[in-house]
């Protein structure tokens, strides 16, 4: 059993910074990109931002330049730094972890946490 615990969220002003972690646990031999998603009440869940194994990244246009995503492959964790927060950015953030290979059975298969709220609001 894989599971995704997500940690980071919360309230923070506008122009304020938030990290989210993401670490993955059970039995997992490796996976391929992590990513963050979310979404805003009465929205479509967005990508946010994904990394592969070797690090290639991907943003969405609007978080270009104030948001940056990591990722550490030995504890199978990933991370969102997001600076210079706006409104707009108000959301439940979920993180996604594709491609998961299990060790015991070596199938393939995708997860999402649970999700974590982030509010920038003055």
């Known amino acids: 059993q894989v599971q995704l615990v997500e940690s980071g969220g919360g309230l923070v002003q506008p122009g304020g910074s938030l990290r989210l972690s993401c670490a993955a646990s059970?039995?997992?031999?490796?996976?391929?990109?992590m990513g963050w998603y979310r979404q805003a009440p009465g929205k479509e869940r967005e990508l946010v931002a994904s990394i592969t194994r070797d690090g290639s990244t991907n943003y969405l246009g609007s978080v270009k330049g104030r948001f940056t995503i990591s990722r550490d492959n030995a504890k199978n964790t990933v991370y969102l730094q997001m600076n210079s927060l706006k409104p707009e950015d108000t959301a439940v953030y979920y993180c996604?972890?594709?491609?998961?290979?299990?060790?015991?059975?070596?199938?393939?298969?995708?997860?999402w946490g649970q999700g974590t709220q982030v509010t920038v609001s003055s």
């Open positions: 996604n972890a594709r491609g998961v290979v299990v060790i015991a059975t070596l199938r393939i298969s995708d997860y």
């Open positions: 059970g039995s997992i031999f490796s996976i391929n990109a």
